[in-house]
Structure formats: structure tokens, C-alpha cells
């Protein structure tokens, strides 16, 4: 099946410092997300992008939706204690009947020194 | 949190027995999905639904069945569980109107010895 690489697996960052992961695929993808999870619960939708070169923000989040369709980025601005977590990509194909059917990153674990 | 509630939330078992986990949504949502998670490899998709009675196979749907006979409940099924199967099973509804957003419910931590 299709394969999501993402890196980098973990970070360790001092608050107020900026972050970047970013996600490749062997694969095109014409739907990208970036979630965080936290301890014991469901991952939680952060941002979706939707076309190639896509640039969207959240309050301090900012991802891209690549330009081959293969890869994303996320960047975290000002990192705060909170922003503790694991963050996933995941790629969705094209069509109707892809819809939910998404393709994970490994995940970067994200540790915010105060 | 899209009204999605999972039970049980933590299981252990034995090999060999059979597990049913629930889920259950309060929003009328068409999609339903189930996604397994294990260390290093993110969440893989074992089985999906895309109304009462109509339901698919997802990526590493061996081992497991499924069944929807109400919008409301999706129920994932291990015939005769294996320790393969100790993982975290996470149900996801897609965001009405979305072309790919899922919200995820809470997870049940199942342990298979």
C-alpha cells in the first residue's frame, strides 16, 4: 500500500521556538491533513488542505499542501507548552470513494521545554 | 467531539476469544470508519461504512468484521482475537459536507494475552 514518511519522528524545542515537520509520499495525494493527538484521546483535525500549493493557517499553524502532491508542511509558530503532542499527516486519494479512507505518517512527537 | 462515543474503552482478553467494540454517534453521520494504531505505523484503516448494511474493507481488515444495521452503531468484531490485535481501535465519522475530514471518538485500548 501506499506509504506516508514523516519527519522528523520526534522534537524537543524550547518554548517560544518555531517548529517544522513535513510528510512524503512515493504517491500522489489529492487531499492532505495534519492532526495532533494527546495522551488517551482521538487524534483532532488541525488543518485540510484541498489543492496543490495550498497554503492555509490555524492561529499559530501553518501547513502546505505540496506542489507535486506528494508532500506536506506543517510549521508551528512560537511554540507554547500546550502545543505538547503527537502530530500525524495523512494523504487522501482522489474520487468519491476515497473519502475517509486516509493513508497515516509515522508521527512526530513533539516535546515543549518551558 | 461530533457525538461519537466508543465502549469499551479499555479491554483485556485472551487469545482466542471473541471481542466485539462498539461505536456509537448521535449526529446522524453517513460515514463511518474504523482505524487501528500501533506504534510506528500511525493509523491504518481496517474497515469502513458508507451507510446501514454497506460496508467495505479497509487496508488491514483481516482478522476483524464489521456490521451496521443502524446509522447510529458501527461495530467492529474479532472472531477469535490474536495478540496481533493488542492495539488502540479508534471509530471516525466524516465531517458531513467534508471531503476527507474525520473526527475521531476517544479509542478502546484493547489488550489481547
Known amino acids: 500500500g501506499q506509504q506516508l514518511n514523516q519527519s522528523p519522528q520526534s522534537m524537543f524545542i524550547q518554548e517560544g521556538e518555531d517548529v517544522s515537520m513535513n510528510c512524503t509520499s512515493s504517491?500522489?495525494?489529492?487531499?492532505w491533513l495534519w492532526y495532533k493527538q494527546e495522551p488517551g484521546e482521538g487524534p483532532v483535525l488541525l488543518i485540510a488542505?484541498?489543492?496543490?500549493?495550498e497554503l492555509t493557517s490555524n492561529g499559530r499553524l501553518t501547513a502546505q499542501f505540496g506542489i507535486t502532491r506528494k508532500d506536506s508542511f506543517l510549521n508551528i509558530s512560537a511554540s507554547i507548552p500546550s502545543d505538547v503532542g503527537i502530530y500525524f499527516c495523512a494523504g487522501q486519494g482522489a474520487g468519491g470513494t476515497s473519502y475517509g479512507k486516509l493513508t497515516f505518517g509515522q508521527g512526530t512527537i513533539l516535546t515543549v521545554h518551558p | 467531539d461530533a457525538g461519537i462515543t466508543q465502549s469499551p474503552r479499555h479491554k483485556v482478553t485472551e487469545t482466542g476469544t471473541p471481542v466485539t467494540l462498539r461505536c456509537h454517534q448521535t449526529?446522524?453521520?453517513?460515514?463511518m470508519y474504523w482505524y487501528r494504531q500501533d506504534p510506528g505505523h500511525g493509523l491504518r484503516l481496517i474497515h469502513y461504512s458508507y451507510g446501514v448494511k454497506d460496508t467495505d474493507k479497509g487496508e488491514v481488515s483481516d482478522g476483524y468484521s464489521v456490521s451496521r444495521s443502524k446509522t447510529e452503531d458501527f461495530l467492529l468484531t474479532l472472531e477469535s482475537a490474536t495478540s496481533s490485535q493488542t492495539s488502540v481501535y479508534f471509530c471516525?465519522?466524516?465531517?458531513?459536507?467534508?471531503?476527507?475530514?474525520?473526527?475521531f471518538g476517544e479509542g478502546s485500548r484493547l489488550t489481547v494475552l
Open positions: 471516525a465519522i466524516l465531517r458531513r459536507g467534508s471531503a476527507g475530514e474525520l473526527f
Open positions: 449526529e446522524n453521520h453517513r460515514y
Open positions: 488542505l484541498y489543492k496543490a500549493g
Open positions: 504517491s500522489i495525494f489529492n487531499t
